[in-house]
């Protein structure tokens, strides 16, 4: 928003922007170094920054707490929301960043009412600042289930309240087994799971944590190495395959009947696209991408899945060759 590029894969409208990201929970040398990390990464100059970004940290004494609790209940600190609305407008902010929101107030999360008046004042302060304010929030408990906007900590308040809930979810284990990736703990996805003014989104989009070196290796330190998130898209399972790639697999299979279950070990018909293709069957990018393959190919009949008996006498999926390429009659 700073910088008015999409390298975020997302267009800012309006922009450049003038952004306070007021931080909660981390110090001012670890914002820093985040933040030199992304413009290290996005090469962000100090001219492309200019005197739109402001940052704060209550670790370092900017404190923000704009509701606390009271014998009596829940109470807005009035000063602290009028001082917080003069400074927005003062410095002509667009959009305020409180990260974490919890941090903003010392109010019962489970107390329905009570959070709905802090919510409800973070709206007055949007209102009456002309901008934009994102609250930072973590979900409740969940148990390994994916998160969702009503699964945000602070009851249902914070969910109904907000115009609109992004949603972050790290990637599952079958998820990167289904796109192939190793190392899943370095990718989640963001999807706005309330567009109260916009039709919902068709997929989320996908987000890599990549590692970026500082350079500030000292004679007695390493550089720090701190993530920085980048857009990320699966690679195209059938990007670079031919008809004669298909034509070849069908060959190779010929007459037989092959597992389709890839814990046949050798029997998988994996293996023969593993072959043509030059692709590894062990390992787990190129057999996710094998499976997709396979998938594909048994939906438009060029290959055909069917149960058989094996030596066991249980049923089993197999595949056998459909439709051959050749065919004339084959659809295009």
């Known amino acids: 928003m700073v ?21 909660l929970e981390d110090d001012t040398d670890h914002l820093a170094r985040q933040i030199q990390a992304a413009c290290l990464h996005w090469n962000i100059s100090e001219v492309d920054i200019g005197d739109r970004l402001f940052v704060d940290s209550a670790v370092d ?19 602290v929301a009028n001082a917080l609305i003069a400074e927005l407008i003062d410095r002509q902010i ?17 107390d329905n ?27 409740r408990k969940l148990g390994g289930a994916p998160a969702d906007f009503e699964a945000a900590r602070g009851g249902g308040a914070l969910a109904a309240g907000a115009r609109s809930a992004e949603v972050l979810n790290r990637m599952t284990e079958a998820e990167g087994r289904q796109l192939g990736v190793e190392n899943r703990r370095r990718f989640f996805n963001a999807r706005d799971d309330k567009p109260n003014r916009a039709p919902p989104a068709e ?9 970026i070196d500082l350079g500030n290796a000292s004679s007695k330190l390493p550089s720090d190495l701190i993530g ?47 072959d043509v293709l030059a692709l590894d069957a062990e390992n787990a990018t190129d057999r996710a991408r094998i499976t997709v393959l396979l998938k594909r190919w048994i939906k438009n009949g060029a290959l055909v899945e069917f149960t058989q008996r094996d030596k066991r006498s249980e049923g089993r999926p197999f595949v056998k060759v459909g439709q051959r390429v050749d065919d004339p009659s084959r659809p295009v």
């Open 3 to 23: 910088t008015n590029r999409a390298f975020m894969g997302r267009k800012v409208w309006g922009g450049p922007l003038r952004v306070w990201y007021w931080n």
């Open 61 to 79: 004494g900017a404190e923000l707490k704009i509701a606390i609790q009271t014998g009596g209940g829940a109470v807005i600190q009035r000063p």
């Open 94 to 110: 667009d959009v305020l960043i409180v990260d974490p929101f919890v941090a903003s107030h010392s109010i019962t999360e489970n």
């Open 113 to 139: 009412a009570a959070m709905e008046l802090v919510v409800k004042e973070w709206v007055h302060v949007a209102n009456a600042a002309t901008c934009a304010i994102r609250l930072v929030t973590h979900t």
């Open 203 to 211: 997929s989320a989009e996908w987000f890599e944590i990549r590692s």
């Open 228 to 274: 920085v998130a980048v857009p990320w898209s699966p690679s195209d399972p059938f990007e670079n395959i031919t008809v004669d790639h298909l034509r070849r697999v069908q060959a190779a299979i010929g007459d037989r009947a092959l597992r389709m279950n890839v814990q046949a070990k050798t029997a998988w018909v994996g293996h023969v696209v593993a």
